[in-house]
């Protein structure tokens, strides 16, 4: 196999962070590289360089041994760079043939009148060699996930693509139509296309890749051909051999926990998660640990009556409940602090204070909204949780992410919960922060509260939890006691 | 950066479009600047008002509600319905014409709920063109007249001197920006105009707010029809025509914006008053109604380039505050 | 193979468009055979070709999430234009040709407003639609602009071999839209921008360009009606197409428009014959003329709920083809 792409000393510098450092990353003509590495790693950095979303700020590209610069996405799809990201740039409205035929307007079809016929029969012939079936006139809002990461292959295929990079495809597939990408991954390869695969799921990157890269902190650890590493290895790799957790300097000491405050049975909700068992006692951090599509958020948000199981059990002080909706899961003293702060969580535009005080307004009788009142619950959690931000007044916008996330917990904290649900509180936050929230936890629990962590991290579920839940496509694979094992331990239970 | 960012409030520069134009229709025609000429103003836009009370909040959730006009029509001809053509006592009259218009509101309400993927400016035309053909229906398009005199007095009345009708506008304009501000129902609106997902995760009952605003529009339509029934002592089926984009105009000068999450009654009174104070200064000045309809959408389109310019000052103002303190 | 059909053909909007005009036509063809003389359908196409023109023109701006008010002032506006000009001497194809021109200008004029000036397209248009009547009131003066010439008239009420000349006229924009929709580049853009317009953005689509177009088009097509309506009705008040513009969007959103990039030419076409079709049989039938709105309310609100009905059908049918 012959080079196709090299990136030689890439560093990617923002304002005070240096997203990658020196990374020098090789690729060959028809290799599947996995590119593994934690969130914030430097992954989706080096994707964005590649597909020309960021332009590095040291380094060169080279490209079967010639210097290109890649300046913008339209530069890279020149070169036969193809990227599939996790959430599609699809329309809806327009059928599988539509879309594909959008990504035409690099090759031969760019005149002022579409030639359906001619665009139709090339499409299939070239869906026919890669041996893809599609319903080609159907809307892409009417298929299912899998059929829709096909169309975007499709749409790379169209491309003459020569690299074809996918970010997390197989977090919302089912084993069946994983069997069925990696069928279409492979002919890619035969056919000479270079593929960039991330991904968490072990098994999967040991069945597909041929060599496995790892990047930390922005910096390229290794790049191994596929059979020279054990997945122990890999996984020390990913989270670095000098994070070696000094269990004994735990800072949460000798742990006691009250009753049973959560108990779930048996609870099923197809698709999503089956058969999720697990209680959770007063004063106790139980983790949920689990890579992407896992059934955390699902669970997680059944929890707060946002979906509904179809079987199973939710008990609460060993009374069975069902919670209808967010309204009725606070009423029970749940509260739930979703993924997404910008999707679910923060009231764009809105003040702080708004933000913070709008879930403990329900409880009030009158509706008259008691400004002292809601002015001193504001500035209380701003202290505790030492929120950045010159005053309740301020939009809410502009603070930093680890702050809107701050007030998003001050939000639920507020109405006084006996069960915290946290999905992934400290995705995107630096290292100050992580310790602040984490330190919080400690406290809450020592006061009695119930709290569900779910995570992606090792390390964090170990330092944080009590007990840590290993999830995997649905199901609890099993439960672990953090002062029992260790990180490298862990990972693998949770990748492979 | 030391650049300073001048930010006027919003409020003030209403205020001074308002004073300019005052002060142009004083100069078209003195009669213009005199308290019985204000009084004419609110007095014949009183119901107009009222709608734009309601379809601030509606908007606010980034809503829309086209049958506004449509419901005061059928308000306003049931009203004559029961208490000319069928001889109910006027009160009896004005609660059944209420219930009419606060039918189409519970139809309104349902369709914005259970539709939840149209668009509520769709779903409210379908009804607006279908109550408004009820309207005309309903008396086969002729106009009713006949209400006994004492019905007068609820446009016409007064309390302390003052006519009911501006007494009420005022009061229901302030109330309701007290309760945008100060009431818990008032920050739902804000909150599912601004993020209807985050607002549903921090545990309110979005459809309840949405089923409230909706009967809210519902209800303020039929008193406007109710009210203009009585002030032209006539009922007539094309009453409240175009009071759908009246209000949504007089609403957008006042700073609201149509996606929703921005904007309080104030400006919409403030937007209210621009709007009616133009059209009765320009026909004071012996202009055609057609010919102010230009000098509306000129005002229109340039107070909106102020409010957008203003938007951009104070979100540069505000990042360089954030930047300041890091 | 069967399966595949069948799922193509429900998907197409038009299809259900096409079965509830079909329905209409029976239903009153049954209640008075009247309605489906030959006379009668005649002057129902005749009766469809305005709405049917501004509806597939403004069909292009629903998709691409905005929303043109302004459209019957523009159609009073070329009408004005249209029958001055044909007054003052004008020969017809200068007359027709500065009306339509005008319409696609005052159409232009809104899409710059609505994407340079950033104000949103309710209000742009609704100020744009105070203006332009305002100002052709000031400028033609509320004349009653009437005994236009026959050349000119014949645009309106003349036949070719039995058919409507203003019906020739609706299939020529009917096809231009058709063929403008499925096989240009720039018809696919315009689906694209309502269905997603992040993606669209980043496939190099500019939204400014395609959304000036759109209300360009749409102002042509209000351009083309103005000249049928002057043509038609042999005269031109200063109030022609008022109140239109919400009989135009029902129409084009009765045919499937929706503000996410659905809806098509074919589908206004078909709206606006059915809105025609109910207003011309319920004349025939004696029904009083103010069900009509009760009609197309309902038909409005009926097109909604199958909209919603369909997306829960195709879902399923999708998944269960998937399998």
Redesign the interface.
């Known amino acids: 196999m012959d080079m196709l792409l090299e990136m030689k000393n890439i560093s990617k510098i923002f304002p005070g962070v240096r997203a990658l450092d020196n990374v020098t990353y090789v690729l060959r003509k028809g290799e599947i590289n996995a590119l593994l590495g934690e969130n914030g790693a430097g992954k989706s950095t080096l994707i964005k360089v590649i597909s020309g979303v960021h332009t590095p700020t040291q380094g060169s590209i080279y490209m079967e041994g010639k210097e290109v610069k890649i300046h913008t996405p339209f530069d890279a799809q020149q070169l036969g760079i193809g990227t599939i990201h996790q959430e599609f740039n699809l329309f809806p409205n327009l059928s599988v043939l539509q879309n594909i035929a959008f990504s035409l307007h690099l090759v031969p079809f760019s005149g002022r009148i579409l030639p359906w016929k001619k665009i139709r029969s090339h499409v299939e012939e070239i869906l026919d060699t890669m041996e893809i079936t599609l319903p080609l006139d159907t809307k892409i809002k009417y298929l299912t996930v899998a059929n829709q990461q096909l169309v975007e292959i499709a749409k790379a295929l169209m491309l003459n693509v020569r690299i074809l990079i996918m970010d997390e495809p197989t977090a919302a597939l089912t084993n069946l139509e994983v069997q069925n990408l990696f069928k279409v991954i492979r002919t890619l390869k035969q056919k000479g296309v270079s593929i960039i695969y991330i991904s968490h799921r072990m098994e999967e990157i040991f069945d597909l890749a041929d060599s496995i890269t790892v990047l930390r902190d922005g910096k390229l650890i290794c790049s191994k051909d596929r059979g020279e590493m054990s997945e122990k290895e890999i996984s020390r790799m990913i989270t670095g051999q000098d994070m070696q957790l000094n269990m004994k300097d735990r800072q949460r000491g000798v742990r006691r926990f009250g009753d049973v405050k959560l108990r779930v049975k048996d609870l099923t909700m197809v698709p999503g998660y089956s058969d999720i068992s697990f209680e959770v006692r007063k004063g106790e951090i139980l983790g949920l640990l689990g890579p992407l599509g896992a059934g955390k958020t699902e669970i997680g948000t059944t929890l707060f009556g946002i979906r509904q199981p179809q079987s199973g059990a939710i008990e609460l002080d060993g009374k069975p409940v069902s919670m209808k909706s967010p309204y009725d899961a606070l009423q029970k003293k749940i509260a739930y602090i979703s993924e997404d702060r910008k999707k679910t969580g923060i009231l764009t535009n809105m003040s702080v204070k708004e933000n913070v005080t709008i879930s403990w307004l329900l409880n009030k009788r009158s509706w008259r909204i008691n400004k002292k009142e809601q002015g001193e619950v504001t500035d209380q959690y701003i202290d505790v949780l030492r929120v950045k931000t010159p005053s309740g007044e301020q939009n809410i916008n502009y603070l930093s992410g680890g702050n809107q996330q701050k007030a998003i917990i001050g939000r639920s904290l507020a109405t006084d919960p006996e069960v915290l649900i946290l999905d992934q509180p400290t995705r995107g936050l630096d290292i100050g922060a992580k310790e602040e929230i984490r330190k919080l936890l400690y406290r809450l629990a020592d006061e009695g509260m119930a709290i569900i962590v779910a995570t992606m991290e090792v390390p964090e579920a170990m330092e944080l939890c009590d007990r840590v839940a290993v999830i995997k496509e649905g199901r609890i694979r099993e439960t672990v006691n953090p002062m029992q094992t260790t990180v490298e331990e862990l990972t693998e239970k949770m990748l492979g | 950066m030391n650049k300073k960012i001048k930010t006027l409030p919003r409020e003030l520069c209403l205020i001074m479009i308002f004073a300019v134009i005052c002060a142009a229709m004083t100069a078209g025609n003195p009669k213009f600047l005199t308290a019985g000429n204000f009084k004419n103003i609110i007095l014949s836009n009183f119901e107009i008002g009222l709608v734009c009370i309601s379809m601030t909040c509606v908007i606010l959730t980034a809503g829309m509600d086209m049958s506004v006009g449509s419901i005061t029509g059928l308000t306003n001809m049931l009203t004559g319905i029961f208490a000319v053509n069928m001889g109910v006592d006027i009160p009896a009259a004005i609660l059944l014409a209420l219930l009419g218009g606060l039918s189409v509101g519970v139809l309104n309400s349902i369709m914005v709920i259970k539709l939840e993927n149209s668009n509520p400016m769709i779903i409210t035309i379908g009804t607006m063109v279908l109550v408004r053909a009820i309207c005309r229906l309903l008396t086969e398009g002729w106009t009713i007249s006949g209400f006994d005199k004492s019905f007068k007095a609820v446009s016409y009345g007064k309390i302390a001197g003052i006519n009911n009708t501006i007494l009420l506008l005022f009061v229901l304009m302030f109330a309701g920006q007290w309760m945008l501000k100060r009431t818990t129902w008032g920050m739902h609106l804000y909150a599912i105009g601004n993020n209807e997902q985050s607002t549903y995760f921090a545990g309110v009952n979005v459809k309840k707010v949405k089923f409230a605003v909706y009967m809210f529009s519902a209800f303020m339509s039929s008193l406007a029809g109710i009210f203009l029934a009585s002030r032209m002592m006539t009922s007539y089926p094309d009453s409240g025509d175009g009071y759908h984009m009246e209000a949504i105009a007089a609403i957008v000068i006042g700073g609201t914006s149509i996606s929703g999450g921005e904007g309080n009654m104030i400006g919409t009174l403030f937007g209210f008053l621009i709007i009616a104070s133009l059209k009765n200064g320009l026909g004071l000045m012996g202009v055609s109604s057609l010919t102010q309809m230009i000098f509306i959408g000129v005002v229109l389109i340039v107070t909106i380039l102020i409010n957008n310019i203003l938007k951009q000052q104070h979100e540069k103002k505000g990042l360089l505050m954030m930047k300041k303190n890091g | 193979m069967g399966k595949?059909i069948k799922?193509?053909l429900v998907?197409h909007e038009e299809i259900g468009i096409a079965a509830a005009l079909i329905a209409v036509v029976i239903i009153f063809g049954i209640a008075d055979p009247a309605f489906v003389s030959g006379a009668n359908l005649v002057r129902l196409f005749r009766q469809a070709c305005i709405l049917g023109i501004m509806a597939i023109g403004v069909v292009y701006v629903i998709m691409c999430n905005g929303?043109d008010?302004s459209v019957g002032a523009i159609l009073a506006v070329s009408s004005t234009i249209a029958a001055q000009m044909m007054i003052s001497g004008h020969h017809v194809v200068i007359a027709v040709g500065s009306a339509v021109v005008a319409g696609s200008f005052l159409g232009m004029l809104n899409g710059l407003?609505v994407t340079k000036?950033?104000?949103?397209e309710?209000?742009?248009t609704?100020?744009?639609?105070?203006?332009i009547?305002?100002?052709l009131?000031?400028i033609s003066g509320a004349k009653w602009l009437t005994n236009l010439p026959r050349e000119f008239t014949f645009l309106g009420q003349g036949s070719v071999a039995g058919i409507p000349v203003p019906f020739f006229l609706l299939l020529a924009v009917l096809a231009a839209g058709y063929?403008f929709s499925?096989?240009?580049?720039i018809g696919?853009q315009v689906?694209?921008i309502?269905?997603?317009a992040?993606?669209?953005v980043?496939?190099?689509i500019s939204i400014t360009k395609i959304k000036i177009l759109t209300f360009t088009v749409c102002g042509f097509a209000a351009g083309v009606a103005g000249v049928i309506y002057a043509a038609r009705m042999g005269s031109v008040q200063?109030n022609a197409g008022e109140g239109m513009e919400?009989e135009v969007?029902?129409a084009a959103?009765i045919g499937g428009a929706?503000?996410?990039?659905?809806g098509s030419p074919v589908g206004a076409f078909l709206g606006a014959l059915l809105l025609t079709a109910i207003k011309n049989g319920m004349v025939i039938l004696g029904v009083?003329s103010?069900?009509?709105?009760?009609?197309?309310?309902?038909l409005?609100?009926l097109a909604?709920?199958v909209?919603?009905f369909r997306?829960k059908y195709?879902?399923s049918?999708?998944?269960a083809?998937?399998e």
């Open positions: 595949k799922i193509n998907q929303i008010v407003i000036l950033g104000i949103k309710l209000i742009a609704f100020a744009a639609s105070y203006i009547r305002g100002l009131l000031q063929i499925n096989y240009t580049p696919r689906k694209a309502g269905g997603n992040e993606a669209a980043l496939s190099g200063s919400f969007i029902s959103m929706d503000f996410n990039g659905e009083s103010f069900m009509e709105g009760v009609v197309t309310g309902g409005i609100l909604l709920f909209n919603m997306g195709e879902n049918l999708e998944v083809g998937n």
